[in-house]
Nanobody, 130 residues
Framework: QVQLVESGGGLVQAGGSLRLSCAAS????????MAWFRQAPGKEREFIAA???????????YYADSVTGRFTISKDNAKNTVYLQMNSLKPEDTAVYYC????????????????????WGQGTQVTVSS
């Protein structure tokens, strides 16, 4: 049974930072594509960032334009945990943030598609006040 559990959300002022964590269990996730999505009220689920294994100790990262330069995704295989470091937060970053995982996605062009991911966490709320 694969489980993803997010933590680290909360209330922060604009310009502040948060670090989200996604603890994975039930598998060895080294080769999985891991991603973060978010969903604001009344909006569709939006891709934020993904990290994929390129072989050996090399990983590749991908970001939505809206967060490039502000957010960083990383992975700790020893802890089976994926992180999302969020800096320079804006009120429009307010949303429920979800961690997602999949053992195989054929091309990085599909990483942005929520339908490609088999496993999801329950979400953690991030609220950025102006």
């Amino acid at each position: 049974q694969v489980q993803l559990v997010e933590s680290g959300g909360g209330l922060v002022q604009a310009g502040g930072s948060l670090r989200l964590s996604c603890a994975a269990s039930g598998r060895t996730f080294r080769s999985y594509v891991m991603a973060w999505f978010r969903q604001a009220p009344g909006k569709e689920r939006e891709f934020i960032a993904a990290i994929s294994w390129s072989g050996g100790s090399t990983y590749s990262t991908y970001y939505a334009d809206s967060v490039t330069g502000r957010f960083t995704i990383s992975k700790d295989n020893a802890k089976n945990t994926v992180y999302l470091q969020m800096n320079s937060l804006k009120p429009e970053d307010t949303a429920v943030y979800y961690c997602a995982a999949d053992p195989y996605i054929p091309t990085m062009n599909y990483y942005r598609r929520a339908t490609e991911y088999d496993y999801w966490g329950q979400g953690t709320q991030v609220t950025v006040s102006s």
